[in-house]
């Protein structure tokens, strides 16, 4: 990557001429002139919440040429957005449905007047969604508003109703909402009703400084003051003008401060039902109450409300709170439950930690079976550790077949799956302690021990203690040892890879020959041979495929590789899972004495010294650092390689 030639001030320079570009003043019927050229200037703030996700560029799963996005999704329409694309992983659909929303709503449909409300499981990532819609509605481009109007309205409130029909023919728009009190009153005592002299000013977004971003967090039972959502009167006015002078109104509330942006609720539901009536009229009618004896104030608003799933059972419960309940559109937001997306989470989480220790390969991967395991649900079709593999799109090979269990039937009998289990700050916690005991860095075997003792000191219910505790000291125990036995495998293989290449190779040639009845050509001296049938079983009984099921297995494999080479994919020995897996299996047993000799020797002769070396080098090599490449070793000694 080439140096970076630019100076501080040049950057700085750069920023401060582009917004400068895009700010704008002008008068009302300059602005006329602007919404005429280009009419989407005058959005509402769903279509600009819309436009703001979209603008960076949406993919379609279903043209991805990736096998395991097959099997994840097969014909089911997901769409990616790059908009949530870095930040967020494992939780497309419900993506899906938060756009589809803001869509719906942009075209005046009924989303436009309902409210977003995310539901789901503690650290499932509800909020981040919500900051991250706030984000892009600060980063889009500004918006237009009246100068001096304490809510920045719409610049075309300024039209008399009598006269929109005619502009929204002429600027091809639609045309809702009425001025503000404030703006009212501005308009007759400061502009004696000529509204085309009224300023229009550019204005940008700001969550903290409080423009087109309102936040209502919890609010004290006892002190529910709507004075929060829909401002208030500036008592010390009172002295200089009358009480029923718009001049005294301090439109500061949530619903104020969002509007034509974004007000969000937090927690919502730990707020009594009456605090939330301001909600019904906020999105049904798009008016609030103003403060005192002002009558009403037109909001455009996208209200976004989110909360766990036992308020919202405890909310909806209440029948008495079915005028809301009709107002919002629920969004659940469940734990991801695919393996490969819940490692890139915790990939990125530390990747903006100040975590700088080694981390040996499959910790994460550990860490990671560990969340989902703890977040699905029993199923009488397979085990949890099959079901953990399917949802993360792999193909898992049963009695030497690949399995034909659906993984949208296994979604479909378990809807709650993801709305329970351990949350990514329990793994978090756990990787922290890990790396406070352990300074030189982590690797699957402490960070297990970690989870391991923060489930036995965490206050859980016996029973999920007791499935927790099972997951890490047997299933993820088992679990890790094949991972690590192929690992030690690849580093003890010279060219692992090219060796089940060759493999695979002569196994095809050979497994043709004998399907075909014909003979096997030699590749080095083209003598014709017959097939190898001890060979072939030497494969195939590495995954329980003897007698009279090799014939099948051997048609099954040509049929499969011959429907590839159609396709014009290209033939590997990643290409059958059960044939990989029969030759990875055949490799690992073919080094298996070797390695349990060496690594189990507590000394060893030059020979054996030598070879120990080179495992460890191999190891260095596949991203473990010498450290961590002993303790596995040390590990597999004492676990894998029992006497």
């Known amino acids: 990557m080439g140096e970076d030639k630019r100076t501080f001030a040049d950057i700085i320079a750069k920023d401060r ?169 501005r308009l007759k005592e400061e502009f004696n009703g000529r509204y085309e002299d009224v300023p229009v000013v550019t204005v940008t977004f700001s969550k903290h400084e409080r423009r087109g971003v309102g936040v209502v967090p919890p609010v004290d039972p006892n002190n529910q003051d709507t004075s929060v959502l829909i401002g208030s009167e500036d008592i010390s006015k009172l002295d200089t003008y009358s009480e029923g002078d718009p001049r005294v109104l301090d439109l500061n509330g949530a619903f104020n401060v969002g509007n034509r942006g974004m007000t969000e609720f937090i927690e919502v539901f730990k707020n009594e039902a009456e605090y939330l009536h301001t909600m019904i009229t906020a999105t049904q009618e798009k008016f609030i109450p103003a403060p005192g004896r002002h009558g009403t104030v037109y909001v455009d608003t996208v209200i976004v409300a989110h909360s766990n799933e036992a308020e919202w059972q405890k909310f909806k419960g209440d029948h008495t709170n079915e005028a809301i309940l009709d107002r919002i559109v629920v969004v659940k937001v469940p734990y991801n439950l695919c393996l490969t997306e819940e490692i890139r989470i915790y990939e990125k989480m530390l990747e903006h930690s100040e975590f700088r220790a080694h981390i040996a390969p499959h910790t994460l991967e550990v860490a990671s079976m560990f969340a989902i395991l703890s977040r699905l649900e029993p199923t009488s079709k397979c085990d949890l550790m099959t079901k953990l593999h399917l949802y993360n799109g792999e193909e898992v090979v049963e009695k030497g077949r690949n399995s034909k269990v659906n993984v949208r039937e296994l979604r479909e009998e378990a809807r709650r799956e993801g709305m329970f289990g351990v949350s990514t700050r329990f793994i978090m916690k756990a990787l922290d302690n890990a790396l406070t005991e352990n300074p030189e860095g982590i690797n699957p075997i402490n960070v297990r021990e970690s989870l391991i003792n923060m489930v036995k000191s965490t206050d859980l219910p016996d029973d999920t203690r007791k499935r927790y505790l099972e997951f890490l000291q047997d299933t993820l125990h088992k679990a890790y040892l094949e991972i690590l036995e192929k690992e030690i495998t690849k580093a003890f293989v010279y060219s692992f890879e090219e060796q089940a290449e ?135 000694a004492n676990n894998l390689w029992k006497d």
């Open 502 to 636: 060759s493999l695979f190779q002569n196994y095809l040639d050979h497994a043709e020959a004998y399907v075909n009845k014909t003979r096997v050509k030699d590749r080095n001296t083209a003598e014709e041979l017959q097939p190898d049938e001890g060979f072939l079983k030497s494969v195939e009984e590495q995954i329980a495929i003897v007698g009279s099921a090799a014939d099948g297995f051997r048609q099954e494999v040509m049929a499969y590789l011959w429907a590839a080479a159609r396709r014009d994919e290209k033939v590997s020995y990643h290409s059958y899972e059960p044939l990989k897996e029969a030759i990875e299996k055949k490799l690992m047993s073919s080094v298996r004495d070797m390695s349990r000799i060496i690594t189990k020797a507590r000394t060893r002769d030059e020979e054996q010294a030598k070879k120990y070396d080179d495992l460890v080098a191999g190891l260095i090599e596949r991203g473990y650092d010498e450290h961590s490449a002993e303790v596995v070793l040390k590990y597999a």
């Open 17 to 185: 001429e582009q917004r400068e570009h895009k700010a704008w003043r002008g008068t009302f019927i300059d602005y006329l002139e602007k919404v005429k050229a280009d009419p989407t200037i005058a959005t509402l703030a769903h279509a600009r919440m819309y436009r703001a996700i979209t603008r960076d560029g949406v993919s379609d799963l279903s043209e991805v040429a990736d096998p395991r996005i097959r099997r994840l999704y097969g014909d089911e329409p997901i769409r990616v957005y790059n908009f949530f694309k870095d930040e967020f992983f494992g939780i497309e659909r419900t993506i899906q449905q938060i756009v589809r929303y803001f869509h719906s709503a942009a075209l005046h449909g009924e989303e436009s007047r309902q409210v977003l409300y995310l539901m789901g499981p503690v650290g499932a990532g509800k909020s981040s969604l919500v900051e991250k819609l706030q984000r892009g509605l600060e980063g889009a481009d500004p918006v237009y508003a009246i100068d001096g109007c304490p809510m920045r309205e719409e610049p075309l409130h300024l039209i008399p109703r009598h006269l929109r029909k005619e502009f929204e023919k002429m600027l091809d728009v639609h045309i809702e909402g009425e001025l503000c009190p404030v703006c009212r009153h």
